[in-house]
């Protein structure tokens, strides 16, 4: 998950459905309660996510943390 100014949480799963190789389905929480689903790839130190009716999105790896299920499965973004 990450905070950021233009939208409060990023959700990065690595489920692929509909999503091309290797690019994964990620959600995207905005401050006015709205969401919206797109797919991600890690592109060195960011993760770059395509939304189709937001556009594209690029964060800083180190402003991402992990949820506790990710924390108890041992999942890093490195």
Do not use: H, K
């Not at 959600?27 to 592109?43: I, M």
């Amino acid at each position: 998950m990450t905070s950021g100014t233009l939208f409060q949480v990023m959700q990065l799963t690595d489920a692929e459905d509909g999503c091309p190789a290797p690019r994964r389905v990620v959600y995207l929480t905005l401050w006015d309660g709205g969401t919206s689903r797109g797919c991600w790839v890690r592109e060195q130190a960011f993760i770059r996510a395509q939304f189709p009716d937001l556009g594209e999105r690029l964060v800083p790896v180190n402003d991402f943390r992990p949820t506790t299920l990710a924390e108890y499965r041992n999942f890093t973004l490195d």
